[in-house]
């Protein structure tokens, strides 16, 4: 079964940092793209970051681009989402997800969302 687990949520002050992972299980991470996703209560869910495992480019959304970095370790079957100068509004589940299609980091770039592996998702909280 393939699946995906992350961790390292938690409540942080605003300016404060986390780093959250995700792990993988049945499957390697070199050949699939990861993202990020993030949902607040009453919003719809929406795209954080991407990372191609075609050429390892990286997108970011505009509200988290300067502030957070993903990564990937593949010996470790992990990914990771740093997140540095938190803000209160970066309150929310954040997912990890995965594909198996190389272009599937492209079209979350374009609105496109077909990422088939999902995390359970860990909560950020962060207090003004």
């Known amino acids: 079964e393939l699946q995906l687990v992350e961790s390292g949520g938690g409540l942080v002050p605003a300016g404060g940092s986390l780093r959250l992972s995700c792990a993988a299980s049945?499957?390697?991470?070199?050949?699939?793209?990861v993202a990020w996703f993030r949902q607040a209560p009453g919003k719809e869910r929406e795209a954080v970051s991407c990372?191609?495992?075609?050429?390892?480019?990286?997108y970011y959304a505009d509200f988290v681009k300067g502030r957070f970095t993903i990564s990937s370790d593949p010996d470790k079957r992990t990914a990771y989402l740093q997140m540095n100068s938190l803000k209160p509004e970066d309150t929310a589940e954040y997912f990890c997800?995965?594909?198996?299609?190389?272009?599937?980091?492209?079209?979350?770039?374009?609105?496109?969302?077909?990422?088939?592996?999902w995390g359970q998702g860990t909560q950020v909280t962060v207090s003004s």
């Open positions: 997800a995965a594909d198996g299609d190389v272009t599937a980091c492209l079209g979350i770039q374009y609105g496109i969302n077909k990422m088939a592996i």
């Open positions: 049945g499957f390697e991470f070199d050949g699939y793209d």
């Open positions: 990372r191609s495992s075609g050429d390892g480019s990286t």
